[in-house]
C-alpha cells in the first residue's frame, strides 16, 4: 500500500550550495523546525520582489520540496512566478549571498531584488 501525500510541490530548484549555507544558518540558530520560504511581493523597482526568509508557519495552499534535508515552501500565489526558478548561493570578492534566476522574469533591475 501507498501512501499518497496531499502536499503541493513547486518547480523551485536550488544548488547544493544554496541548500547547504540555508541548512547551516539553521543549524547555528538550533531550529529544524523551520523551513525557507520563498515569496513574490508587489514592491521594488520593477514592480516584483522576491523575498527569503526562514519560518516555522505553514500556510494553508503551501508548496513544498525537500533539498538534502532543507525544507523550501513556496506560497500557493508565488507558486506560478516561481516556475522553473533555481536558487544559488555565490561566496565571490565582489558578492556573497543568495540568487534567484527566474525565467518567468520579463526584466530586473540593477539591484537583482525586484523583476516584472
Do not use: W
Not at 68 to 91: E, Q
Amino acid at each position: 500500500m501507498t501512501v499518497e501525500s496531499n502536499t503541493a510541490t513547486h518547480e523551485v530548484t536550488m544548488t547544493d550550495a544554496a541548500a547547504s549555507k540555508a541548512k547551516a544558518l539553521l543549524d547555528q540558530e538550533g531550529r529544524d523546525d523551520m523551513a525557507l520560504r520563498i515569496a513574490v511581493q508587489p514592491g521594488g523597482c520593477a514592480g516584483l520582489r522576491y523575498q527569503l526568509f526562514f519560518d516555522e508557519r505553514s500556510l494553508d495552499g503551501d508548496a513544498v520540496r525537500d533539498f538534502n534535508g532543507l525544507k523550501v515552501v513556496v506560497d500557493r500565489m508565488s507558486t506560478p512566478y516561481l516556475a522553473g526558478a533555481s536558487i544559488d548561493f555565490v561566496d565571490t570578492i565582489e558578492k556573497q549571498g543568495f540568487t534567484i534566476d527566474n525565467p518567468n522574469a520579463g526584466g530586473s533591475c540593477a539591484c537583482g531584488d525586484s523583476f516584472n
